[in-house]
Every structure is written in structure tokens, then in C-alpha cells.
């Protein structure tokens, strides 16, 4: 069983930044792919970074590419999500996720992740 905690949300004014960090609880976390996607009111949950197991493969949603980092310190059991230049559409519930299954097909699909966090809000004002 692996837990996911998210930590570093916020309100921020538009232009802004804020990190968000995702501690993972069990002894193999190294392996898993990490995801983070957001939810905001009204919409579906969707995609907005992964990392491979060793984060030396990364892929963002066009939305966020460029003002969005992720990396993950796995001596650590942590992931992060840095995020500038903030616009007011960021705002949502962002959950980080995790996937067991080795690979990186698939990574920026919600289905393909087998835990979740709880989820942060992030609030970006105009």
C-alpha cells in the first residue's frame, strides 16, 4: 500500500510561485512513476506532469510546459511540482499519483496511476 501526501498549496496572485511536494510512504517508491493532475470546479481531472521512476524522463501538458517543473528526490520519498509564472486558469485541487506498472507509456492517463493523494488547492488571483 502506498500513501501520498501533498503539501504547498495556496493563494498566490497571478505571476507568481509556489512548490508543491507529494511525500510517498513504502520501500519501493524509486520504481514508481509519479504524476501530478488537477481538478478544478465543474471539470475533469486532468494531466499536468510525470516523471519516470529515475526522473530523467519528464513530460508536461502543453498548458503547463515551460512554468512547470517536476523532479523527485527518491532518498527522500518526495515529488515535486515547481510551478511560476502562475495564471488564474491554474487554479484547482492538484493530487499527485503514483503508478507501479514499469513504463512510460501512458503516463499523462489518470487511469494508468494506482494511488492518489488527497489533494492540495492552489488559488491564483488576478
Known amino acids: 500500500q502506498v500513501q501520498l501526501v501533498e503539501s504547498g498549496g495556496g493563494l498566490v496572485q497571478a505571476g507568481g510561485s509556489l512548490r508543491l511536494s507529494c511525500a510517498a510512504s513504502?520501500?519501493?517508491?524509486?520504481?514508481?512513476?509519479m504524476g501530478w493532475f488537477r481538478q478544478a470546479p465543474g471539470k475533469e481531472r486532468e494531466f499536468v506532469a510525470a516523471?519516470?521512476?529515475?526522473?530523467?524522463?519528464?513530460v508536461y501538458a502543453d498548458s503547463v510546459k515551460g512554468r512547470f517543473t517536476i523532479s523527485r528526490d527518491n532518498a527522500k520519498n518526495t515529488v515535486y511540482l515547481q510551478m511560476v509564472s502562475l495564471k488564474p486558469e491554474d487554479t484547482a485541487v492538484y493530487y499527485c499519483?503514483?503508478?507501479?506498472?514499469?513504463?512510460?507509456?501512458?503516463?499523462?492517463?489518470?487511469?494508468?496511476?494506482?494511488?492518489w493523494g488527497q489533494g492540495t488547492q492552489v488559488t491564483v488571483s488576478s
Open positions: 513504502g520501500p519501493t517508491f524509486s520504481t514508481y512513476a
Open positions: 499519483a503514483a503508478r507501479t506498472v514499469v513504463g512510460l507509456y501512458g503516463l499523462e492517463s489518470k487511469s494508468e496511476y494506482n494511488y
Open positions: 516523471t519516470a521512476w529515475s526522473g530523467g524522463y519528464t
